[in-house]
């Protein structure tokens, strides 16, 4: 190996492996974004997105912002892709995510950075591989927090299977995860008092809902090679997997995947139909991505109301915890859904799904 | 039936039957939305428009705007897009529109909304179907009129051929519609005191061109899925015939359908050759979308000029009458044109065509 | 040919053929364009680009900078794009460029519009092809240049081979033209103050990097229709190479080609993985297209470090003379690079290659 070689190898980064995490290690992310009027409108053309909150400014300034506030999901996307070259450049899976806070809402023109703490690491049995645990944040250009989650990652070890152990990372540390985010982070505005129904198109408030009501979103969207990678280049997440499409024919998909996040936020931009009221997220207990979407899968949702909760000394608003799922080629009038038992027998069905997403939104009441 | 179901009914929405509609009834429709600077550059990244007026801010100002208006055409298709989900979600055809009025300039950072009055109610004799006509105006935020125009739509009835005649709409109600937009809405500033030749392209003024003079616009542009999935995004339309691969499967079309306002914007930015000056649309007074055009179809253009009008008391600026076809997989050398007669066997020529749009363009004089 | 016939061919325009090309001919090109918050959205959504300068205000700020800078890429394919109507719209080849000295930074709401000199024309022995020589300029609204470059292209005549060298071209004139820019053009900004390693993602200064280093930037990014077509109609390139694709179908080719600007922005944001620190181009020296780049190609990138320059008086910054060869298909492991002889075999690896660049970036000093 020549020496230009090595001096290579030292200047673009090829990610890290599991020896490369330290518990506690606080990693600042590289690239912050300002998230401009641009960034917000391809969001919307490659989601479709609708809810008026985010694409109208005079409706939002009725009810209580500067503007129309920055969609929740684009957030969480960007701070997510920010984390993507230092946490799971080599994941083999993305395992999943919980207490995924937002914060505060951004606004045009605003930048937004990330940092990650390490906070578990557990080398699996084989050795090939470990569980990386971090809580990651998005910061404003203040370093005001505007969104915090848990996310969990599989990375293969550089020693191998070979030095079973030898990993170096100190045993097992598993982190405790709240099966849900609360308290729930509540908007201080005001929200109801000039909130059009005619303008989000929906005259279904708070009260109308009910635990166990399911909802078919009946649109479905086919997701083209293009959108999903002007998405995920969007949101800064630079995995291989989104854009390589050669090095992916020698994978077992055979192809690129779709970035799960981008499914999220299609997902999301689906229960409009339904659910147009319910502009504000507050948090993702949980999300789950069953199976990889491709380019060419159309996707449809559907969404049971798990809870309805009424929010202290609020009588402008109420939350509803929902639990969304997204299919892919498959619509969602029978309501599909993931068994409950892992080792359960694949299905049709369960086969179609590609996403569960267990959230809580706010919405105005009358 | 469970009560979750019939909830979910009521929730999402499947759009409206043509017993939902009654006469002299206004729907105000939903997405307020606002134009911001990147709606506009996704607008020119997709269509190719280069009309300079819309895309140069110092050629607007010395011409006499604030700033570089946005494109007749995207104004146009977020207004109907936004109208979409109350009166075509379920159109079996778009069967046509008139008297479209371009009442004022768009500039970035303003907000449309939309509402549509019912005009006209006729049931067909199978009681399958029924046409309505709508008046649809776009509105900024202070609630001026924008734009102003008529459409009419093949939607299915409730009831269905076994009741026919009882779809409880009263009767045959068609309105008579100008088959042209008359007076002409004329731009209240003064155009051509700056006006560049050099910076629009072309040296050809009102007093150049010719009734009965035809262009070949001669280049061609392929549309991809990606690409008209998300202009029609941008445009609010969210009809699924758009976006949905996997139901369009089942259709005698086999696949998704480009949305005909986007083959119109295409069509238009076309027209910048041969047409580079006329930079202002001040009317639409009919248009045909012969065929459907499908991604991977690459369309081409020419334009005869209809008519050469001069404007009361404007030495400035003289109107262009133009019927600009649009076709699919056929270059447009030999100005390939409708069989004029309804029933004229169909030839590889009228198949190619998918668009005739009659129309006035405004161009500065010498 | 009727009279209508005649007027079109003169309303809309075939670009120029080699006769049409005089020495020492200004040509003011059309399209001014403002180049808005979205153009430098749409820009990095489709290039990938994350060269920190140019996606952070606040990053911009603390270096110096009003705001974060478009990137010089956009501009020069903005500029080039402007240039195609008038000059390249026939060209069999785009020769090459050279001489491309970036000379100021623009920001998002200023104007760029182009002009070009003609500054040498050659007809080629068998009389069917000549080549232009152009330099052109990219300037701002007031007028003052930005950028500069020469490129040169092959067009045919009009008069064809059975008139050879009847096409009234005064003979041979071929201008000097530079292995090199130099004196380079220096930012005027002292950067490195508060140049922030975390925030570009890379430790690695000017200082760090030595002649003779190659670096493999890892990654590779598969290329669609749509994302090229938005690309080049936002860089106002509207040859019809990139767009018809039933046009191109009867062309040796195919299908669709992807304009060679865009394969070296995306080339040039693949560099961030290694250069994350080279935010600023001085200077590009010479390009060559080896191999078109077709829709469904996976690009890859290495870098060779040709040359390391301190500049006169300043201690904040470096330059560093950059080779970055970009791939299709093939992965950059190897260091692949075209035999430095004309006529020499092809091999998989020279197929495979799509772009050599010999250009000057400036890095923060430590």
Not at 35 to 49: F, K, M, P, R, W
Not at 313 to 323: K, S, V
Request: glycine letters at 8%; a negative charge.
């Amino acid at each position: 190996m020549s020496d230009a070689d090595v001096l290579s190898r030292q200047k673009s980064s090829r990610g890290r492996v599991f020896e490369d995490f330290s518990l506690g290690e606080v990693i600042e992310h590289a690239s912050p974004r300002t998230i401009g009027d641009g960034e917000v409108s391809i969001y919307h053309a490659l989601t479709g997105n609708r809810f008026t909150l985010q694409v109208s400014d005079p409706f939002a300034r009725d009810v209580g912002y500067h503007a129309a506030p920055v969609d929740d999901f684009l957030v969480f996307n960007m701070v997510f892709g920010q984390s993507v070259p230092d946490i799971s450049s080599n994941a083999i899976a993305n395992l999943g995510y919980a207490e995924v806070d937002f914060l505060s809402q951004l606004y045009v023109g605003e930048t937004v950075r990330a940092r990650s703490e390490v906070i578990g690491l557990k080398e699996n049995s084989s050795g090939e591989t470990g569980v990386v645990y971090v809580r990651t944040e998005g910061l404003d250009a203040r370093g005001t927090p505007v969104l915090r989650f848990v996310r969990w990652v599989m990375v293969p070890t550089r020693a191998g299977a070979a030095a079973k152990g030898a990993s170096g990372a100190a045993g097992e540390s598993i982190p405790p995860l709240a099966a849900q985010v609360a308290p729930l982070t509540i908007p201080r505005h005001r929200l109801n008092k000039f909130w059009s129904d005619r303008d989000t198109g929906s005259p279904h408030r708070w009260e109308d809902y009910e635990a166990g009501e399911k909802i078919d979103h009946l649109s479905g969207v086919t997701v083209e090679e293009a959108e999903h990678m002007m998405a995920t280049r969007l949101y800064l997440n630079n995995s291989h997997t989104h854009f390589d499409g050669h090095a992916m024919k020698s994978t077992p998909f055979g192809r690129r995947v779709v970035y799960g996040g981008h499914v999220i936020s299609i997902a999301r931009a689906l229960t409009h139909n339904g659910l147009a009221n319910a502009c504000i997220v507050s948090a993702i207990h949980g999300g789950r991505h069953a199976n990889p979407t491709f380019a060419g899968d159309t996707l449809y949702a559907w969404t049971e109301v798990l809870e309805k909760q009424e929010l202290d000394r609020r009588q402008d608003i109420g939350a509803l915890r929902l639990r969304t799922t997204a299919t892919k080629n498959l619509p969602c009038a029978g309501f599909p859904r993931l068994p409950e038992t892992k080792g359960a027998k694949k299905t049709p069905e369960s086969e179609a799904i590609v996403l569960e997403l267990d959230y809580t939104v706010i919405l105005p009441r009358r």
